[in-house]
């Protein structure tokens, strides 16, 4: 996805703002998503899914400043775009 682009995967929208940020919009009852989910996962999965959306959720998984640099440090190497991981996986 690019800048500002909006993809919706099942009952999921996911969107790519300016800044590169990633908003997930659950849908309204997290019921649905659990449901939405058993239809091609175990049961269990699908419940536990719905528990870490609602936690993505509810802590709004944004990244504080510092955070990319650090993750740079932990990983010892620059992060890679979504595109070029896409690109060399289908170039393999």
């Known amino acids: 996805m690019t800048s500002d ?8 929208s996911i969107s790519i703002g300016p800044a590169g940020v990633i908003a997930v919009q659950l849908p309204a009852a997290p019921s ?3 449901a939405n ?7 269990w999965a699908a ?9 993505y959720v509810s ?3 944004i990244p504080q400043g ?6 740079v440090n932990l990983l010892g190497r ?5 595109r070029e991981t896409s690109v ?5």
């Open 32 to 34: 649905e998503f659990e």
């Open 5 to 12: 682009e909006r993809r919706n995967v099942g009952s999921i």
């Open 66 to 71: 510092g955070d990319r640099e650090r993750l």
């Open 37 to 43: 989910m058993a239809t091609f996962m175990p049961k």
């Open 59 to 61: 802590d709004v998984m």
């Open 47 to 55: 419940y536990e899914m719905r528990l870490m959306a609602e936690r």
């Open 78 to 82: 620059p992060l890679h775009s979504y």
């Open 88 to 92: 060399r996986i289908a170039a393999a």
